[in-house]
């Protein structure tokens, strides 16, 4: 088969997994949720010490352990540590969000990119992950997606119900920046819906710090607009952070923190 036919069926295929999405949603929203716990890893649970939920912003604290997260549309932010072998802390963030593109017939792609940056020291992680679907996500839906118990198979790492992963959730970040790159195809006219997560996590001695993270930014084809649900106005592809502009922001935020803490002991 031609390469050209090939592109088209993989296209296709693409647009096809989009639309068995799942109704009964929003169109846009921002969600926080934070939590310190005791974990027991000889029976895959944790007893819960501190958590909070936010639309835009949540933070728990109790002894050394501590989490917040912050969620913009297209720009969100995590932190997290933890200061002994038993405990463990967490933020995690979602924004969804519908894009209308207009100024054209048929079909096309998106081009888009997110820029993930911040400082890993000890045990600890970062996590992020892009999904689409035709159909709106709902708030209370990534909220418990969030909470994966032992043994569900349609939660982390797996992309919600119905829903295609552009970017797989990865734990691949380091002390840095990383930009993932993704394509997202549409229909001229119709609404497509994605849901970004974000979210740190520690546990023993560890500190997360990914506060100033993450930039996401969308292309449309030339000549095209994007309208979107909240009316939000989202940076270009190609405007998401550089590389060594996030890390400096990264590392002013970091020494931001660190002089706090210096300030209240």
């Excluded at 930039?215 to 009316?231: L, N, R, Y």
Aim: proline share 5%.
């Amino acid at each position: 088969m031609p390469l050209q036919a090939k592109a088209l069926l993989s296209f296709a295929a693409l647009l096809l997994a989009l639309s068995s999405g799942v109704a009964h949603a929003q169109a846009s929203f921002t969600l926080v949720r934070v939590q310190t716990e005791i974990a027991d890893p000889d029976v895959h649970d944790a007893t819960i010490v501190k958590q909070a939920f936010g639309d835009t912003f949540a933070a728990a604290a109790q002894g050394s352990q501590s989490a917040k997260g912050r969620a913009g549309f297209g720009n969100s932010g995590a932190y997290a540590v933890s200061g002994d072998d038993e405990h463990e802390a967490f933020a995690e963030t979602w924004w969804a969000e519908a894009f209308t593109v207009t100024g054209g017939t048929g079909q096309g792609a998106l081009t888009l990119a997110v820029s993930v940056s911040g400082t890993l020291t000890g045990k600890g992680r970062a996590n992020y992950g892009l999904f689409a679907r035709t159909q709106s996500f709902g708030k209370d839906e990534l909220r418990d997606w969030l909470d994966c118990a032992p043994g569900r198979t349609d939660c982390i790492p797996y992309a919600p119900p119905g829903s295609l992963a552009l970017i797989p959730v990865t734990a691949a970040f380091g002390s840095g920046t990383t930009v993932l790159t993704a394509t997202l195809p549409f229909t001229y006219g119709e609404p497509v819906h994605v849901a970004s997560y974000f979210g740190v996590e520690t546990w023993g001695i560890g500190e997360a710090s990914f506060y100033g993270s993450a930039h996401f930014g969308i292309t449309a084809p030339a000549g095209a607009a994007i309208a979107t649900a909240s009316g939000a106005t989202y940076l270009a592809a190609a405007a998401v952070p550089e590389p060594a502009t996030a890390l400096t922001m990264a590392l002013g935020l970091a020494g931001l923190l660190a002089a706090r803490r210096r300030a209240s002991n």
